[in-house]
């Protein structure tokens, strides 16, 4: 991938590219439409690949993708790669325009006041104006149309660059794996960061239990009561240890299942 850009599938004979690969998952996912989560699609450093797939897929709003090896189970790279960065709203930048033109108006001599000032200080074009003024210049000079199209190929390129969230990505669900978070502190910090994302800037998780052999179902009680695990990987249903857990998730759900029942209203045939 990294020396080619190209993913091999079943061998080197069969190369795709990001998009290329993109149009087989969704052959693939259609193909068999049981599948609600697909997990690591890409490699580590294509997020581009990334938020390709996850913008196809949330149009259907039926696949979840989930990210596991990119993240470690780390919560401050999953921080570095999910948390966006804020941009400051326009009325914000013109509110300290202003604020700024108003201090240096009032840093001027006495006779700053007076018409003659005003009108020095109305000549000067705003920033933004004399930039395009210059790329306008810049492009008449060329003219060519071909010219033209390679700019424009380079305008969209430092656009990517300049965008503070090009390198973020938000997965539809984070898979933790708790051979590497044992304990609770983590694990609540992460439900934390998870609730107090916005709904469209926010990632479910995915919390693996396959290596922890006890009979203790805790694990389970933990996933309902916190509200953002969507999944709960438990293998090995042979094993009383893996069993018990199991038997506590049909439990919980009979339970709420319930409680469903008892909240709806009874019918009145009466009159």
């Known amino acids: 991938m ?3 850009g190209k993913y091999e599938w079943d061998g080197p004979k069969t190369q795709y590219d990001a998009d290329q690969l993109i149009e087989f998952y969704e052959k693939l996912l259609n193909d068999h439409p049981l599948v609600r989560l697909i997990e690591d699609c890409f490699a580590q450093k294509d997020i581009q690949g990334y938020k390709k797939l996850i913008a196809k897929l949330k149009e259907a709003d039926r696949v979840t993708v989930s990210v596991k ?3 470690k189970s780390d919560i401050e790279t999953i921080r570095d790669y999910t948390v966006l960065i804020q941009e400051e709203s326009d009325e ?6 202003q604020e700024d ?3 240096q108006r009032g840093s001027q001599p006495g006779s700053a006041r007076g018409s003659q000032g005003d009108a020095s200080v109305e000549k000067v074009p705003p920033i933004a104006e004399v930039k395009e003024t210059k790329k306008g210049d810049k492009k008449g000079q060329k003219g060519s149309p071909k010219n033209s199209a390679r700019d424009s190929d380079a305008e969209a390129k430092l656009a990517e ?3 503070i969230n090009y390198n973020k990505f938000i997965p539809g669900a984070i898979h933790i794996d708790r051979t590497i978070i044992s304990s609770v502190s983590p694990l609540l910090a992460l ?3 998870c609730q107090t994302m916005k709904k469209d800037e926010s990632s479910s998780l995915v919390i693996e239990d396959n290596t922890f052999d006890n009979l203790s179902a805790d694990l389970v009680d933990f996933a309902f009561g916190s509200g953002a695990v969507s999944y709960l990987s438990i293998s090995g249903m042979g094993k009383p240890e893996k069993s018990a857990k199991a038997a506590r998730f049909q439990q919980i759900l009979c339970a709420l299942n319930s409680m469903m029942d008892r909240e709806q209203p009874v019918p009145n045939d009466s009159k």
């Open 161 to 163: 660059a300049e965008d």
């Open 2 to 4: 990294e020396e080619t």
């Open 92 to 97: 914000e930048d013109d509110k300290s325009a």
């Open 101 to 103: 033109a108003g201090s």
């Open 69 to 71: 090896e990119m993240f």
């Open 191 to 193: 439900f934390q960061m």
